[in-house]
């Protein structure tokens, strides 16, 4: 679904760097979030953000922030990257009908050596 | 919080034959329960929900059907095809907003 992106596509890094992951949509959806996806886990939830004034952890928020810059667009931040936060990420949004479809965007690998 | 258990892990059928993935949740005030497909290298996508208010939903050769009462939701595949190979992750959520808390996901491969 191009309307969602995410950029870098993929992204290798050393153990202590900062490192922003970024996401838009072109939607006119309300609702963003973060997953996370490590094989044999699904996919988990880092943070959530309902409107550009409201943030919510998730239930594997430690290590890791948010930013809702606008309803477009939602960044993913790993202050201090460590091994074990190698991953797919995949960011996602929705709006506020019955409908309740999440769309997601077509995925950042990240590699912390 | 809410937790969903997705089973089997993995499952190989001939393609033709039929798949049932099973996925049990926790939380009884979970009322919306959407599956998710993702082929190798793809995003996840929608490919079927459900509401508390139905017991069962159809659409060509997909089905999923909810027990309330069990707090249990099954997909079902019909006269699977090699393109069916994916995995599938099943959700819950109280609806309308909601977050969506997932399975851990079951690895399908149809076998021609």
């Known amino acids: 679904d191009a309307d969602v992106t995410q950029t870098p596509r993929n992204r290798i890094t050393k153990t202590g760097k900062r490192i922003m992951l970024e996401c838009s949509q072109t939607k006119g959806h309300d609702r963003m979030y973060w997953y996370r996806q490590d094989p044999g886990l699904g996919l988990r939830l880092i943070y959530y953000s309902f409107d550009v004034k409201d943030i919510n952890k998730g239930e594997i928020s430690d290590g890791y922030s948010v930013s809702r810059q606008a309803q477009a667009k939602f960044s993913l931040s790993l202050e201090s990257a460590i091994p074990n936060q190698t991953a797919l990420y995949f960011c996602?949004?929705?709006?506020?009908?019955?409908?309740?479809?999440?769309?997601f965007g077509p995925g950042t690998r990240l590699l912390v050596l | 919080g809410e937790n969903v258990e997705q089973h089997p892990s993995t499952l190989s059928v001939q393609e033709g034959d039929s798949a049932v993935i099973k996925c049990t949740y926790s939380d009884s005030a979970s009322n919306y329960f959407p599956w998710y497909k993702q082929e190798l290298g793809k995003r996840p996508q929608l490919i079927i929900d459900?509401?508390?208010?139905?017991g069962e939903k159809k659409d060509q050769r997909i089905a999923v059907t909810l027990n309330k009462t069990a707090k249990h939701f099954s997909l079902h595949i019909t006269e699977t095809q090699p393109e069916d190979s994916a995995v599938y992750f099943c959700a819950a959520s109280q609806g309308y907003g909601n977050k969506l808390v997932f399975g851990a996901g079951t690895i399908l491969r149809v076998k021609s």
């Open positions: 459900i509401r508390s208010n139905v």
């Open positions: 996602a949004t929705s709006d506020f009908t019955a409908q309740e479809t999440q769309y």
